[in-house]
């Protein structure tokens, strides 16, 4: 036998054996915990691809390749109060009907939005509020319309030691998003919890939730079950021989396909159409049904023809899909018979003026006749003033423009949905660049101040 080994060691330094300096023992916990972390990310990034939880970069498609990024989530639930997580689902039920109701009448909605209509009468409001009063003339042949809403919350507290409360930022009306994602990213952090759970031994008196501690989430079957009962009930009002459909109305170069096609494939006769398509793919018949013809699939010329059940919205929101042919798109099919998810009232009571006016002392008492429920809601509002020429909206402009008050408040644009908010010390710069005409476009709102909440544990 020559001299050398039978047993190679494998490669890398050898093991600790107790003589190790304290600061080389500190120097490798902290390389132990950022190894840690570095896998940690890499198990997110997987589980994101792997699920689907991505956001597409349609502009570097190409035939063979489709980047995508996961969207953004956190290593692991952010922890929230029960008493006020178990709050807001109990307030849902009445802020649905609350917006229900408000939606429905036309008198108030149009004393809220008629300063909007009559400033900027080719403006998004302007032209939505005609879309509806041309059905309204038309006569109205559809009463049922379908909904998919979501109530975002902040926990607010005046002041660092107070004990916290739940307040609402929006109410989203139109086009609602997220859902699929944020059952997607509910099911990770399930996943990750169980993982750290298996590896913790007796000695580690780190915290860990547990596992009950994160309620379920089924947002895409909950959508998916909403849209079912629409089209079936639809099916139950119109038996004639046209074979039914649910149509999906969507943007083109859409980013956010992995929020809508989830929705898409649990449905049974769903058919994506986008927004500049409808004109040309859809036709309204003589009793206003709404038929859609999909484009040919290869194997013949076209598709037979679908009565369509169930408009559902996820584009006809940005101001620039709301130009002329925009207008005479959502015109037809608001005119149609089918349902709306939602209808063009829904899409105008989610606008920021809107929920301005909710929050008005003695409002929310017009449409939730009980005290206790219109106080329970009311109690979830923060300040929000106009911008415009009022005696409210002079008060509002002299807080936005000076830069001691105006770190207190939020700028938000009068538009349904979030997105394109103005923060703090940042307001006062944003409206010197506004002509002061463009003003009342916009409203004040007082910022919700967020407690800090105890970590639930290190990721």
């Known amino acids: 036998m020559s001299g050398e080994p039978y047993y190679a060691p494998p490669p890398g330094p050898p093991p600790n054996d107790g003589s190790q300096t304290s600061e080389d023992q500190e120097n490798n916990v902290e390389d132990e915990i950022e190894a840690s972390h570095t896998r940690l990310i ?20 190409t035939a063979s390749r489709v980047p995508a990024v996961g969207v953004n989530v956190s290593c692991r639930p952010t922890s929230f109060p029960r008493r006020l997580f178990q709050q807001a689902m109990d307030l849902q039920p009445l802020m649905n009907e ?41 006569g109205v042949v559809q009463e049922v319309c379908c909904g998919v809403v979501r109530s975002d919350y902040m926990l607010h507290a005046e002041r660092s030691r107070e ?26 952090h399930r996943w990750l919890m169980r993982r750290e759970a298996a590896e913790m031994d007796d000695t580690d008196i780190k915290p860990l939730p547990h596992l009950g501690d994160l309620p379920a989430n089924t947002n895409t079957s909950a959508i998916v079950s909403g849209l079912s009962a629409a089209h079936r009930l639809y099916q139950s009002q119109h038996t004639n021989d046209h074979p039914k459909c649910i149509l999906m109305v969507v943007q083109p170069l859409n980013f956010n396909i992995a929020d809508e096609r989830p929705i898409e494939y649990s449905l049974f006769a769903c058919y994506r159409c986008e927004w500049r398509d409808v004109l040309n793919r859809c036709h309204v018949g003589p009793d206003r049904e709404l038929l859609y013809q999909p484009p040919a699939n290869g194997k013949r010329k076209a598709w037979k023809v679908f009565e369509v059940s169930v408009v559902y919205y996820r584009a006809g929101y940005d101001v620039e899909e709301c130009d002329s042919e925009g207008i005479k798109t959502r015109l037809m099919l608001e005119l149609s018979r089918a349902f709306k998810c939602p209808g ?33 809601v009311q109690r979830t509002f923060m300040t929000m003033l106009p911008l ?8 509002a402009r002299r807080l936005a423009l000076d830069p001691k008050t105006a770190v207190d408040y939020v700028l938000k644009p009068n538009l349904e949905g979030g997105g394109h908010n103005v923060f703090r010390s940042d307001i006062p710069a944003f409206l010197s660049e506004v002509p002061e005409v463009e003003w009342h476009r916009y409203i004040l ?15």
């Not at 302007?126 to 041309?134: E, H, P, R």
């Not at 415009?388 to 008060?395: A, F, K």
């Open 42 to 61: 890499s198990d997110i990034k997987d589980y994101l691809l792997t699920h689907g939880h991505l956001l597409k970069l349609v502009r570097f498609e």
């Open 98 to 138: 609350l917006y229900i109701r408000a939606a429905s009448d036309d008198d108030w909605l149009y004393s809220v939005l008629g300063p909007q209509i009559q400033g900027e009468p080719n403006g998004l409001v302007a032209s939505l509020w005609d879309v509806w009063v041309k059905c309204r003339e038309a």
């Open 163 to 188: 004990e916290v409360t739940l307040r609402q930022v929006e109410m989203n009306t139109f086009s609602v998003a997220g859902a699929c994602h944020a059952e997607g990213v509910a099911g990770m």
């Open 344 to 376: 063009v009232k829904m899409h105008l009571v989610g606008m920021k003026s809107v929920q301005r006016a909710l929050a008005e002392p003695g409002v929310v008492e017009r449409f939730l006749l009980e005290a206790r429920q219109a106080d329970e």
């Open 388 to 395: 415009d020429s009022s005696r409210q909206g002079l008060e």
């Open 445 to 459: 709102m007082r910022l919700i101040r967020p407690q800090q909440m105890p970590s639930p544990g290190c990721c």
